[in-house]
């Protein structure tokens, strides 16, 4: 069966052929380092290592992350103040946007909030919805982002 790995230090995932027989603990040997954990994609708890991608009821073509973050410190800066949360490391940054854009984050009005994205403190590029912030996590476990418009008019 074909899997898709998201690992800590790399933004997209990759496709990996896997036995649905392995253990998380073989899956973290064949494709990281030891001490490594295991999620399902959006999970809350890492799986553990005895059970297997069947006994997991991870199927084919499913998302898992590899990392050694437990949690992830998500900071998000919009318009000179900031903002943080822990979210498990396979959560996806979509979820983050919602937090940050919602109620509990800068609340930002239903209209304007398609007009923002999320773009990793530094970097140049706005992050897609699908990427785990474990992906984006420094090896503190932590990952910056700033809340930046989608079209800046220039004038």
């Known amino acids: 069966m074909e899997l898709f790995i998201h690992t800590q230090g790399e933004e997209g995932p990759k496709l990996i052929e896997v036995d649905e027989f392995l253990t998380v603990r073989e899956i973290v040997e064949m494709h990281f380092e030891p001490g490594g954990l295991v999620w399902i994609e959006d999970a809350e708890l890492a799986l553990e290592e005895t059970v297997t991608i069947e006994a997991a009821q991870i199927g084919h073509h499913g998302h898992i992350h590899v990392g050694h973050c437990r949690n992830v410190s998500v900071q998000v800066r919009f318009g000179g103040s900031n903002i943080t949360r822990e979210f498990p490391p396979p959560t996806r940054v979509a979820r983050v946007f919602?937090?940050?854009?919602?109620?509990?984050?800068?609340?930002?009005?239903?209209?304007?909030?398609?007009?923002?994205?999320?773009?990793?403190?530094?970097?140049?590029?706005?992050?897609?919805?699908?990427?785990?912030?474990?992906?984006?996590?420094?090896k503190e476990c932590a990952v910056c982002f700033d809340l930046a418009a989608k079209h800046n008019p220039q004038g």
């Open 98 to 138: 919602e937090w940050a854009v919602g109620p509990e984050g800068f609340n930002l009005p239903a209209d304007q909030r398609p007009e923002h994205d999320l773009i990793v403190c530094g970097g140049d590029h706005p992050i897609s919805p699908s990427v785990h912030v474990g992906s984006l996590a420094s």
